[in-house]
């Protein structure tokens, strides 16, 4: 059975830090291109950042500079390293794995809030 549990979020003021975990289960994990996306309210899901088992990483333009993404195969996780948090960063980030054959799984998201 496929997991993908994402934590780490919560509220934060504009020009802060946070930094998500997902850890993943029931997928062959480092050989996987593993993502984070983002949904805010009324808004389509967007790009945040991919990276490649072999630690090739893209990145939204939104986020590009600001955010980090990185992986640990030994423990199965990606993480998303997020800094100078603005207000529009405001959505729920979802952990998302695709596979060889371009099957892809989804986390439930974790809620990332960022005050004014």
């Known amino acids: 059975q496929v997991q993908l549990v994402e934590s780490g979020g919560g509220l934060v003021q504009a020009g802060g830090s946070l930094r998500l975990s997902c850890a993943a289960s029931?997928?062959?994990?480092?050989?996987?291109?593993m993502g984070w996306y983002r949904q805010a309210p009324g808004k389509q899901r967007e790009l945040v950042a991919t990276?490649?088992?072999?630690?090739?990483?893209n990145y939204g333009d939104s986020v590009r500079g600001r955010f980090t993404i990185s992986r640990d195969n030994a423990k199965a996780t990606v993480y998303l390293q997020m800094n100078s948090l603005k207000p529009e960063d405001t959505a729920v980030y979802y952990c998302?794995?695709?596979?060889?054959?371009?099957?892809?799984?989804w986390g439930q998201g974790t809620q990332v809030t960022v005050s004014s």
């Open positions: 029931g997928i062959a994990f480092s050989i996987n291109v």
């Open positions: 990276i490649t088992p072999d630690g090739s990483t």
């Open positions: 998302k794995s695709r596979n060889k054959w371009g099957g892809a799984d």
